[in-house]
C-alpha cells in the first residue's frame, strides 16, 4: 500500500533551518510529484510548492521563493523539504503528498516544526 | 497569486444534504479538489476532477462546477462527516487552498 512515513517532530530557534523528509513505499517514486503543504495551529492548508522526483524540477509558492528548497534521493525513495531563516510564524504541521493530476491522492502524517527562541 | 473563498462554517442536520463552495478565478481554468480533514489528522482528498471519488469515499460525496465556483455536496451527511473541508486547485503559480470550511451535522 501506498505510504509516505515523515520525520519527526523539530524545535529550532529563529534563524535556523530545518529539513523535513518524507520517505515514500508501495509506488513508483519517481512516478509521482511530491508537494509540500503546511498548517499552523488552528489554521487553513497552505501550499508550500512540488517538485518532481523524476527529473528533480520544482516550483514554489512564491511567499517561499529564496527560503525553501525541494530535493529528493531516488535510491531511497525520500522526498526533503528545507525551510531556512525560520521565524515563529513557521511554526507549523507541515505534510508532504503525493500528487496525480494535480490532486494530492496520499498525504505523510505531519511533521511538527516549531521555531521558539 | 490567485485565492480561493470558502465560507467558513455550515451546518446541516443529520441525513440532509449539503453544498460547500469554492470561488476563484483559477477555477474557471482547472476543477476543485476537494479535502476533508478531521483534528489531529492529514488531510484526506475526498473528491477530484470533474467528479470522481478515490477508492473508499462513499458515494454521497459529489462534485461539480459552474464557472468560477466549484463545489463539494454532500447527500445524506453523516456524523462522520463533521470535519474541515477545503479546496484546492492549480493556478499560474502551481496551486492554492481555500480557507476552509468547517462543517457541522447537527
Known amino acids: 500500500q501506498v505510504q509516505l512515513v515523515q520525520s519527526g517532530a523539530e524545535v529550532k530557534k529563529p534563524g535556523a533551518s530545518v529539513k523535513v523528509s518524507c520517505k515514500a513505499s508501495g509506488y513508483t517514486f519517481t512516478s509521482y510529484d511530491i508537494n509540500w503543504v503546511r498548517q499552523a495551529t488552528g489554521q487553513g492548508l497552505e501550499w508550500m510548492g512540488w517538485?518532481?522526483?523524476?527529473?528533480?524540477?520544482?516550483g514554489y509558492a512564491q511567499k517561499f521563493q529564496g527560503r525553501v528548497t525541494m530535493t529528493r534521493n531516488t535510491s531511497i525513495s525520500t522526498a526533503y523539504m528545507e525551510l531556512s531563516s525560520l521565524r515563529s510564524e513557521d511554526t507549523a504541521v507541515y505534510y508532504c503528498?503525493?500528487?496525480?493530476?494535480?490532486?494530492?491522492?496520499?498525504w505523510g502524517q505531519g511533521t511538527l516544526v516549531t521555531v521558539s527562541s | 497569486s490567485s485565492e480561493l473563498t470558502q465560507d467558513p462554517a455550515v451546518s446541516v442536520a443529520l441525513g440532509q444534504t449539503v453544498r460547500i463552495t469554492c470561488q476563484g478565478d483559477s477555477l474557471r481554468s482547472y476543477y476543485a479538489s476537494w479535502y476533508q480533514q478531521k483534528p489531529g489528522q492529514a488531510p484526506v482528498l475526498v473528491i477530484y476532477?470533474?467528479?470522481n471519488r478515490p477508492s473508499g469515499i462513499p458515494d454521497r460525496f459529489s462534485g461539480s462546477s459552474s464557472g468560477n465556483t466549484g463545489s463539494l455536496t454532500i447527500t445524506g451527511a453523516q456524523a462522520e462527516d463533521e470535519a474541515d473541508y477545503y479546496c484546492?486547485?492549480?493556478?499560474?503559480?502551481?496551486?492554492?487552498f481555500g480557507g476552509g470550511t468547517k462543517l457541522t451535522v447537527l
Open positions: 517538485m518532481n522526483p523524476n527529473s528533480g524540477n520544482t
Open positions: 503528498a503525493r500528487a496525480r493530476t494535480g490532486e494530492m491522492n496520499y
Open positions: 476532477g470533474k467528479n
Open positions: 484546492n486547485s492549480r493556478d499560474r503559480s502551481g496551486s492554492v
